[in-house]
């Protein structure tokens, strides 16, 4: 089965829908989503609602997704984040709160494994090293984990000429990777609608169960439009200019 694996929305509807065209096109038939749905954008309820009704539909929880239903402390976050979340928790409605306090911390389905930040700390923990990678292996069973929180697009596997070392770099767009059963494995999607590594476009990726094959996806999407709804929304500056940054 081919999935569409996607990562950190923060409620960014146009993202959102440049990345589902692109499924489309690459022949996706089922949807993995490693939470973050919400925060920094203006379209919380349209981006939960969109989600919701893909299926089949494997989602897991962020911890922006927490913080705007009350079930993490805002103090854990800068002053934009807490004005985005405050905002959201204003503008959420009851449908979607409850699509959110259904979704789990981690799922683990016979393909792959599915958490925010990492396993071993699935709404904290920023997955970024070759050591964090190593101390989170005992925590997962099925590989691929699929990862987001950091809005990069992470790829790590066991290095196995040095079985206490790991594997790690950053994917590009359109690069592939075969994931080689029976190593351990993470990999990050990168972020749908607040993508950090100085590239502007969405990011998301496609998975071949079969053919074990990741490959990182790319796509541009209407940012001024976004940043033109943040605006007449409220939302802080800073946020919005972001976007066109890619950071
Ligand atoms: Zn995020």
């Known amino acids: 089965m081919i999935w569409g694996v996607f990562s950190d929305v923060h409620s960014n509807i146009e993202a959102l829908e440049a990345v589902l065209d692109a499924f489309k096109r690459h022949d996706v038939e089922g949807f993995v989503c490693c939470g973050d749905l919400v925060g920094y954008g203006p379209s919380p309820n349209e981006v939960v609602e969109r989600v919701a009704g893909l299926k089949p539909l494997h989602a897991v929880i962020g911890n922006?997704?927490?913080?705007?239903?009350?079930?993490?402390?805002?103090?854990?976050?800068?002053?934009?984040?807490?004005?985005?979340?405050?905002?959201?928790?204003?503008?959420?409605?009851?449908?979607?709160?409850?699509?959110?306090?259904?979704?789990?911390?981690?799922?683990e389905t016979p393909e792959f494994t599915i958490v925010h930040g990492s396993p071993r700390s699935p709404s904290e923990e920023y997955l970024l090293t070759p050591q964090q990678f190593v101390d989170n292996q005992a925590h997962y069973k099925i590989s691929p984990c699929f990862v987001g929180h950091s809005h990069l697009t992470w790829c790590f596997s066991k290095d196995e000429a040095n079985p206490f070392g790991a594997k790690t770099h950053i994917l590009a767009d359109r690069e592939r990777v075969v994931c080689k059963p029976n190593i351990p494995w993470v990999i990050n999607p990168g972020s749908v609608g607040q993508p950090r590594d100085h590239d502007q476009r969405a990011s998301c990726g496609v998975y071949d169960d079969v053919k074990r094959e990741f490959t990182l996806l790319r796509v541009p999407y209407d940012i001024p439009t976004v940043q033109a709804r943040m605006k007449e929304a409220g939302l802080p500056d800073f946020l919005i200019m972001r976007l066109a940054y890619g950071q």
Request: net charge positive.
């Open 64 to 107: 922006h997704d927490l913080a705007v239903i009350g079930r993490m402390d805002l103090a854990w976050f800068n002053p934009y984040a807490q004005a985005a979340a405050i905002w959201t928790r204003w503008k959420l409605s009851k449908e979607a709160s409850g699509f959110l306090e259904a979704m789990p911390t981690r799922l």
